[in-house]
């Protein structure tokens, strides 16, 4: 049931994916809360990106709701070296910059599923923050591509939670450390 019901979910939101490619760890996301996902502003994406030489799989779905409050789930994994970084997060805050189409995403750590030993402290544990933050250059094919960060934890950046993240929106210059969609979608709405 949950991978139909993970399938169910990705078809309409991660349509640039497909269900098999689509990385599991959403599943935590209610479908009927959802449904109730086309407020606005939000931001929804998955596929791949490559960072340096890894293969990054991505999936997520955040947005607004009218009390500022933000709602959906995310989920990151690659693998180098025999082993994963692999996190799965309950969204807790969402940004967008509706000129420029980025957003920057925040949540909780739900799942960490990751055989890296630098991934098993304490600050990547479930119940600590996590983010990240993305770009939408336009439809696949439209030009530029895409682009997405990995994601980081409390205290990077001089950000101590996800609330801060998101209200300070970095964005260096030049997408500096983002990296282009290769596989997949990104869309980032008002």
């Given at each position: 049931?949950?991978?139909?019901?993970?399938?169910?979910?990705?078809?309409?939101?991660?349509?640039?994916?497909?269900?098999?490619?689509?990385?599991?760890?959403?599943?935590?996301?209610?479908?009927?809360?959802?449904?109730?996902?086309?407020?606005?502003?939000?931001?929804?994406?998955?596929?791949?990106?490559?960072?340096?030489?890894?293969?990054?799989?991505?999936?997520?779905?955040?947005?607004?709701?009218?009390?500022?409050?933000?709602?959906?789930?995310?989920?990151?994994?690659?693998?180098?070296?025999?082993?994963?970084?692999?996190?799965?997060?309950?969204?807790?805050?969402?940004?967008?910059?509706?000129?420029?189409?980025?957003?920057?995403?925040?949540?909780?750590?739900?799942?960490?599923?990751?055989?890296?030993?630098?991934?098993?402290?304490?600050?990547?544990?479930?119940?600590?923050?996590?983010?990240?933050?993305?770009?939408?250059?336009?439809?696949?094919?439209?030009?530029?591509?895409?682009?997405?960060?990995?994601?980081?934890?409390?205290?990077?950046?001089?950000?101590?939670?996800?609330?801060?993240?998101?209200?300070?929106?970095?964005?260096p210059d030049a997408d500096a450390r983002t990296w282009p969609v290769t596989?997949?979608?990104?869309?980032?709405?008002?």
């Amino acid at each position: 049931m949950r991978s139909t019901r993970n399938c169910l979910f990705a078809i309409p939101l991660l349509a640039a994916s497909s269900c098999a490619a689509a990385p599991a760890g959403l599943d935590e996301v209610d479908l009927a809360t959802e449904t109730q996902a086309s407020a606005i502003p939000h931001a929804i994406g998955g596929g791949q990106y490559a960072l340096n030489e890894l293969v990054v799989r991505f999936a997520f779905v955040a947005s607004q709701l009218p009390n500022g409050n933000a709602i959906g789930a995310f989920h990151v994994d690659t693998a180098y070296d025999g082993l994963t970084a692999d996190f799965s997060a309950r969204v807790t805050c969402l940004s967008v910059d509706e000129v420029n189409h980025r957003a920057w995403v925040g949540g909780v750590i739900t799942k960490n599923k990751s055989t890296d030993p630098d991934y098993a402290a304490p600050l990547y544990q479930p119940g600590r923050d996590v983010w990240f933050r993305t770009v939408d250059y336009g439809p696949g094919g439209s030009g530029a591509a895409d682009r997405s960060t990995f994601v980081g934890f409390e205290g990077a950046a001089g950000f101590p939670t996800s609330a801060a993240y998101c209200a300070g929106r970095p964005w260096p210059d030049a997408d500096a450390r983002t990296w282009p969609v290769t596989s997949g979608n990104i869309t980032v709405a008002p």
